[in-house]
T-cell receptor
């Protein structure tokens, strides 16, 4: 079993829909990261969370440390949100990042 | 521009050859991390340097090596290349050795081995 599991693996939605991507982990962490990778390959860091909730524009990220679970939400989704969204956790034992496999999101106009 | 510069952006080479990928970290960052992303795979951690010294090692093959120079730029050397080494190679930087301030990623080097 992977230490970081993301779901769904693939998600296709219509423009305007509310999107939720989930991340569960099984190790002790000091932080959780959400990143976005566009078709061109570049990776952009969206959020770094250690507790609670963060919001940036139409993106919201939450984390529940007790349940070892995080969600990334996109409100009013747009075709330009189409990308792979990756969850990565920083282990509290050695500070290394463990990566989820990513969720491929396609937003249709 | 994220502030992390990777060169070259694309590289095509033959099996058995050796290549060098270069990464300049964001100004002020002391740590450099190298990752490999094969087709439709997640990122695999290769190696981390902090202020010129190797800090952590991941799934890095013996044919691969890296170093970080006094000006903090880093190079990843890949030798005796095989078809399976074709991948996107990312470099990331952070201000300390624990990534406590977050990470900044370069745009990657796409290596194709033919």
């Amino acid at each position: 079993k992977n230490e970081v599991e993301q779901s769904p693996q693939n998600l296709t939605a219509q423009e305007g829909e509310f999107i939720t991507i989930n991340c569960s982990y099984s190790v002790g962490i000091s932080a959780l990261h959400w990143l976005q990778q566009h078709p061109g390959g570049g990776i952009v860091s969206l959020f770094m969370l250690s507790s609670g909730k963060k919001k940036h524009g139409r993106l919201i990220a939450t984390i529940n440390i007790q349940e070892k679970h995080s969600s990334l939400h996109i409100t009013a989704s747009h075709p330009r949100d189409s990308a792979v969204y990756i969850c990565a956790v920083r282990m509290d034992s050695n500070y290394q990042l463990i990566w989820g496999a990513g969720t491929k999101l396609i937003i249709k106009p | 521009d994220s502030g992390v510069t990777q060169t070259p952006k694309h590289l095509i080479t033959a099996t058995g050859q050796r290549v060098t990928l270069r990464c300049s970290p964001r100004s002020g960052d002391l740590s450099v991390y190298w990752y490999q992303q094969s087709l439709d795979q997640g990122l695999q951690f290769l190696i981390q340097y902090y202020n010129g010294e190797e800090r952590a090692k991941g799934n890095i093959l013996e044919r691969f090596s890296a170093q970080q120079f006094p000006d903090l730029h880093s190079e990843l050397n890949l030798s005796s290349l095989e078809l399976g080494d074709s991948a996107l190679y990312f470099c990331a930087s952070s201000c300390n050795n624990r990534g406590l301030g977050g990470y900044t990623f370069g745009s990657g080097t796409r290596l194709t081995v033919v």
